[in-house]
């Protein structure tokens, strides 16, 4: 009986647990595993994101074996980075990315097995192996993965998992105005990507959902909690004990986990052979004289000026293309920042302080659209639009037309300003 009881309370104290992690932000779970190997904090992620990922790894594999593989690979590199990821409310992004990235690995290694081995494969029961189907759904997840993190993640846990606004805002840890501005943007920039191939939304979005209700869809217990084992090992240094070579060969292949090091080194060399590029053109540049040729390879000509009914000749003038439009500079100061529909409101730059506003007086404010690639410096280092505030004194490189913005170089004037 004593036993029993036990048993109960054990029971309760787990659910109370449970609870209370399942409405604990990423951020919280994923710092909680790392710095005390909390199973409960993972298992917690698994069971948030355990769909998601299985959903990712079942439209890219048809064969269930190979999902399950790479589904156990996304977690794994999860254990391993859970301390070390740059944005860890921003882990859903990160692991769709991911389960993506080894889905189409093992998709491809297992092609390149059985055009080896031609065998005929058993016929499936997957209610994707119909190949528009796939294709749209993959479609899909192309473009999603296309978008800036702070609207991709939104989109996964509002669109993909079916979270309401506030509970999409409780894991995350943002506000619900946040949450349904950047969902709305984020609807209408993957809107417009699916249009350019052909595709819309709610149909996109109406075949996830009928997938989504299939028996496929659903992740089987036995791999979620052999999941959880297996990261828990990873985490602590275990070594590959029950881990099989397929799973720590998706996990260790190159290219599947995209870093911050991997993306300067890739904008460093682009930067690079820009500048040889430009220096090649500069140096094979033609004169706009024509070349001079030694007097000894000049043709003998009659003298033409003693013969009075010559025609006289005319000097044969090439049309000049115009010159091209070039981009428009301008210095002003930031006055407000619209985030979601990408807009900065600027007024002319003044002298002083430039929190300042003169007697209280509204300066004329002029509305500024961000272009689409629009690249933003903060001190001369690349920055994100919400790092900048109202006062910092910006250079603006204007599109030839002048209608977007392609470039802002803020700097802090407050930072500068000598202390009295």
């Known amino acids: 009986m004593a036993k029993h009881s ?4 054990m029971q309760q104290l787990r659910s109370l647990v449970r609870g209370s992690l399942d409405s604990a932000t990423d951020q919280y779970l994923l710092t909680q595993f790392a710095a005390e190997r909390d199973e409960a904090a993972f298992h917690a992620l698994v069971r948030r994101y355990g769909p998601m990922v299985w959903r990712v790894c079942r439209q890219a594999l ?5 999902a399950e593989d790479a589904y156990q690979s996304t977690f794994l590199l999860l254990a391993r980075k859970a301390g070390s990821l740059r944005k860890p409310e921003a882990v859903s992004s990160w692991l769709f990315g991911v389960a993506r990235r080894i889905a189409l690995k093992s998709r491809a290694r297992s092609a390149k097995e059985a055009s080896r081995e031609a065998v005929a494969l058993p016929p499936s029961s997957d209610p994707l192996d119909v190949l528009t189907g796939r294709e749209l759904l993959q479609v899909f997840d192309e473009e999603l993965l296309r978008l800036p993190a702070e609207y991709q993640t939104p989109l996964i846990l509002c669109c993909l998992e079916g979270k309401s606004h506030q509970e999409a805002a409780r894991q995350l840890g943002w506000s619900e105005g946040s949450v349904k501005g950047r969902l709305e943007r984020g609807r209408d920039l993957l809107a417009q990507r699916l249009t350019l191939r052909g595709l819309t939304l709610p149909a996109v979005l109406a075949a996830q959902i009928v997938w989504q209700s299939s028996a496929a869809a659903s992740v089987p217990a036995a791999l979620a909690s052999s999941t959880v084992r297996i990261a828990l090992l990873a985490a602590m240094d275990a070594g590959a004990a029950g881990v099989s070579a397929s799973v720590l060969s998706l996990a260790n ?7 911050v090091s991997k993306i300067k080194l890739l904008a460093g060399l682009v930067f690079a052979a820009g500048l040889g590029l430009g220096g090649h053109f500069i140096l094979q540049r033609p004169s706009s ?7 000894a390879d000049l043709p003998v000509r009659a003298d033409v000026s003693r013969e009075p009914n010559a025609p006289k000749e005319v000097p044969r003038v090439e049309p000049q293309a115009p010159p091209a439009a070039q981009p428009t500079v301008m210095e002003a100061e930031l006055w407000t920042i619209d985030r979601v529909n990408q807009r900065i409101g600027i007024i002319p730059p003044r002298s002083g302080n430039p929190d300042t506003t003169g007697e209280g007086v509204r300066p004329t404010e002029r509305t500024m659209v961000l272009a689409k690639n629009a690249v933003i410096l903060l001190e001369g280092k690349l920055a994100a639009l919400t790092s900048l505030k109202r006062g910092y004194f910006i250079v603006l490189t204007l599109s030839a037309d002048g209608r977007e913005v392609e470039k802002i170089d803020a700097r802090n004037l407050r930072k500068t300003k000598p202390e009295r």
């Open 289 to 295: 004289e024509p070349p001079r040729r030694e007097s």
């Open 253 to 259: 292949a190159p290219g599947v986990i995209v870093g």
């Open 6 to 9: 036990e048993l109960l309370l």
């Open 62 to 66: 048809s064969r269930e074996h190979g």
